[in-house]
């Protein structure tokens, strides 16, 4: 049994899809599994699985020797958003087996009185950097945020991110399209089902999408050398400052 109290913890059976629209029109999708979970509540799985479902501060924002919560709450505050220990669900892969990699992260992060005070994006790329964007949803999710990150090789440092980004429930449903220059220029979306935490779960989960997050590191290596490959020019990666606490 999951031997931590999982309030608010969940498997979700899904399917990542991007669609790329400028020069290059190129789509692929892929299935994998995500975690949802309480920052102050971590699962803790039997000792066969801690391998296959470890959370790390040093896999997101700030520093490895506070916890992602301490960590998320410190930055939050150089925001300007105090949420007095509200609630905080983190959408993300699990570090399995020594490796993880999560393109996005998502913290919907609620106040003291349970209401939603703000969504967190934290992106990450290939290239070891990452970048939080501060979120403020209308009733259905939907947020933008001007891009400030190098994330594709193949997409400039401009535009705007539309994201949909709803706090899931029995199912979840994640978009984030990007325009450039009055045009869409790229798309994803998560889509998926819940599943109940439990070993057994996890196994079937395990079994049927082995080494997750290796796999989504070389699809989207995979993806990249296909549009290179194609002609497709790169674009010089900027350099970036790191926020302060996000390392």
């Not at 995500?34 to 699962?43: E, K």
Request: net charge positive; hydrophobic share 40%; with cysteine.
């Amino acid at each position: 049994m999951v031997t931590a109290d999982p309030r608010g913890a969940a498997l979700y059976d899904v399917e990542v899809r991007h669609v790329r629209r400028q020069r290059v029109h190129r789509a692929f999708s892929h299935r994998a599994y995500y975690w949802l979970v309480d920052l102050d509540a971590l699962p803790r799985l039997p000792r066969p699985l801690r391998p296959f479902a470890r959370f790390r501060a040093r896999d997101h924002l700030g520093v490895p020797h506070r916890s992602i919560r301490e960590n998320l709450d410190a930055w939050l505050a150089g925001q300007g958003v105090d949420l007095r220990g509200g609630r905080v669900l983190m959408l993300a892969n699990a570090r399995v087996l020594g490796h993880v990699f999560n393109p996005i992260t998502v913290y919907w992060c609620h106040d003291a009185a349970g209401a939603l005070a703000c969504v967190v994006a934290e992106v990450h790329n290939t290239y070891g950097g990452r970048h939080c964007y501060l979120l403020r949803p209308d009733g259905s999710g939907r947020a933008r945020a001007v891009k400030d990150f190098y994330v594709s090789p193949f997409l400039a440092v401009e535009g705007e991110y539309a994201m949909r980004l709803p706090v899931p429930g029995e199912r979840l449903a994640l978009a984030v399209t990007l325009h450039q220059q009055d045009e869409t220029a790229f798309t994803a979306t998560v889509t998926g089902t819940r599943r109940r935490v439990t070993p057994a779960a996890l196994a079937r989960l395990l079994v049927r999408h082995p080494l997750v997050t290796h796999r989504t590191t070389a699809l989207i290596r995979g993806h990249g050398t296909a549009l290179w490959l194609r002609g497709l020019p790169v674009v010089p990666r900027p350099v970036h400052t790191p926020q302060e606490g996000v390392q």
